[in-house]
């Protein structure tokens, strides 16, 4: 069975440019997830969804961020623009009722 | 807000010795979830636990939930190289199974 699947798994950019991360949940999971990883904060919500619907985006650092839930089966993650600050790792999960989350391999996102 | 703290940070065992690592939340759980994550790679999940008391086990590894459901242990029989990574625990406070807080992590390192 396929998993989650994230793209890109790298991206280098320069600060100012918009990144998009991109995501495709498990087929048959109703709720999304977005998560943040660094050394410092350790893995951190940014934002959910329930069947395509933003549940809690209290996680979502700034404005410069933004994450839509177009349709049951793509999720994006929208910086714009980018600091270096926001280098880390990006991490999509999914979930079906009454089970656990499951996570992607990530996105490491370098801003130069 | 709720406030997870994993011990050890690290651990070095030798192959075949057993090791337990601790997660102790700051709020009652309604649901504690262990996953495993290597460099590079996301977090694959372990087991999850709900009933305080609960006690559960894969392979050579157990996990158990204490009967106040503030604290997890997380316990592997006989290590071996397979069971190096990062063990993460994530706490679920509010009874949704999605806003999940998560430990810094425990990296755990198996010497031959």
Same mark, same amino acid.
Do not use: E, I, L
């Given at each position: 069975d396929a998993g989650v699947i994230q793209s890109p798994r790298h991206e280098v950019t320069e600060m100012g440019q918009e990144v998009t991360l991109r995501c495709k949940p498990i087929s048959g999971h109703n709720s999304l997830f977005w998560y943040r990883q660094t050394m410092m904060r350790g893995l951190e919500l940014l934002i959910y969804f329930n069947n395509n619907v933003p549940i809690d985006d209290s996680g979502m650092p700034e404005d410069r961020f933004s994450a839509k839930m177009p349709n049951a089966s793509f999720s994006t993650l929208k910086i714009q623009p980018s600091e270096p600050r926001d280098s880390a790792v990006y991490f999509c999960a999914s979930r079906g009722d009454a089970q656990p989350q499951h996570f992607g391999d990530g996105t490491r996102l370098s801003i130069l | 807000s709720q406030e997870l703290e994993q011990s050890p940070q690290s651990l070095i065992v030798q192959e075949g010795k057993n090791l337990t690592i601790n997660c102790t939340s700051s709020k009652t759980l309604y649901g504690l979830y262990w996953y495993k994550q290597k460099y590079g790679e996301g977090l694959i999940f372990l087991m999850m636990l709900q009933k305080g008391g609960e006690e559960k086990s894969h392979e050579k590894i157990t996990a158990k939930l204490d009967e106040k459901k503030q604290q997890s242990s997380l316990h592997i029989t %006989?290590?071996?190289?397979?069971? @190096?990574g990062i063990y993460l625990c994530g706490a679920d /406070? @509010?009874?949704? %199974? /999605?806003?999940l807080t998560f430990g810094t992590g425990t990296r755990l390192q198996v010497t031959l």
């Open positions: - | %006989a290590s071996q190289p397979s069971h @190096a /406070s @509010a009874g949704t %199974a /999605s806003k």
